[in-house]
């Protein structure tokens, strides 16, 4: 069995991106590699678990990198020229995907079938709207952890971030002490996953795809709003939104 070949029983992924459209492509993966829940539980810190391993792997994505996206991660296309295209990428198959808004990271790593884990979802299962300041993965963890700002130092790299899912979801299973199963985990959040849809609006409050997706408009960075409305093609009420959040409409 070749690398490609191996069959983990749960990845934490992360990418990082030349953009967030449809046309863009991955530049950074990284994943860790966990066991069966029930073993990963064991262990405090949860990251110095000597099952979990580690793959961090640069692609070159053969097309220009947004402005935008490069402010956020640090690549550059030049940086990235020596690196093996992007195409050769295969990713390792795995039972249990985790990420944080991990549609996101799989939109790039080829839509595995792997069951989809999202601590994002978790998230807001454990902390209802209003007891944390936001849902984003960097703000979650220094809110909860006294060392959190130390933690996130080193934030937006693949595999930086990937530890940093790691702590968070170390954090979620606190809550949960009675799982013991990634299937468990699974199953606790699909229903949000497919709750039901809600009432018909004509003003939209979250963000509706992308590395923001539904977090509240008023929560993402400015700078990335603005860059969005510049070079985006966006239907009239999603502009409105991103207007409205912090007065830019008109602008």
């Given at each position: 069995?070749?690398?490609a070949q191996?069959?983990?029983e749960?990845?934490?992924?992360?990418?990082?991106t030349?953009?967030?459209?449809?046309?863009?492509?991955?530049?950074?993966y990284?994943?860790l590699?966990?066991?069966?829940?029930e073993?990963l539980?064991?262990?405090?810190?949860?990251?110095?678990?000597?099952d979990?391993t580690?793959?961090?792997?640069i692609?070159?994505?053969g097309?220009?990198?947004?402005?935008q996206?490069?402010?956020?991660?640090?690549?550059t296309k030049q940086?990235?020229?020596?690196?093996?295209?992007v195409?050769?990428?295969?990713m390792?198959?795995?039972?249990?995907?985790?990420?944080?808004?991990i549609?996101f990271?799989?939109?790039?790593?080829?839509e595995?079938?792997?069951?989809r884990?999202?601590?994002?979802?978790l998230?807001?299962?454990?902390?209802p709207?209003?007891t944390?300041?936001?849902?984003?993965?960097?703000?979650l963890?220094?809110?909860?952890?006294?060392?959190g700002?130390d933690?996130?130092?080193e934030?937006h790299?693949a595999l930086?971030?990937c530890?940093l899912?790691f702590i968070?979801l170390?954090e979620i299973l606190?809550?949960?002490p009675?799982?013991?199963?990634?299937?468990?985990?699974?199953?606790?959040?699909a229903?949000?996953?497919?709750?039901?849809p809600?009432?018909?609006?004509s003003?939209?409050?979250?963000?509706?795809?992308?590395?923001?997706?539904?977090?509240?408009?008023?929560?993402?960075?400015?700078?990335?709003?603005?860059w969005a409305?510049?070079n985006?093609?966006?239907?009239?009420?999603?502009?409105?939104?991103?207007?409205?959040?912090?007065?830019?409409?008109?602008r």
């Amino acid at each position: 069995m070749n690398e490609a070949q191996t069959l983990h029983e749960a990845l934490i992924v992360d990418t990082e991106t030349t953009g967030i459209g449809s046309s863009d492509r991955m530049i950074e993966y990284a994943h860790l590699s966990l066991p069966v829940l029930e073993q990963l539980q064991t262990v405090t810190p949860i990251y110095s678990h000597e099952d979990v391993t580690q793959l961090r792997s640069i692609w070159n994505p053969g097309i220009d990198i947004h402005p935008q996206a490069t402010a956020v991660h640090g690549y550059t296309k030049q940086m990235l020229a020596e690196h093996p295209p992007v195409e050769g990428f295969q990713m390792e198959t795995t039972n249990y995907i985790i990420g944080h808004n991990i549609d996101f990271d799989c939109r790039f790593v080829g839509e595995p079938t792997a069951k989809r884990i999202c601590t994002i979802r978790l998230a807001k299962l454990v902390w209802p709207k209003g007891t944390v300041p936001n849902y984003k993965l960097v703000g979650l963890i220094e809110h909860l952890l006294p060392n959190g700002k130390d933690l996130t130092k080193e934030a937006h790299g693949a595999l930086a971030d990937c530890y940093l899912t790691f702590i968070l979801l170390d954090e979620i299973l606190k809550r949960f002490p009675r799982i013991s199963s990634w299937e468990e985990l699974y199953q606790v959040q699909a229903p949000t996953a497919k709750a039901a849809p809600k009432k018909a609006t004509s003003k939209l409050e979250v963000m509706p795809f992308g590395k923001y997706q539904g977090e509240l408009f008023c929560d993402i960075p400015m700078e990335y709003l603005r860059w969005a409305l510049d070079n985006m093609d966006l239907k009239d009420n999603l502009r409105e939104a991103m207007q409205d959040a912090y007065g830019l409409r008109g602008r």
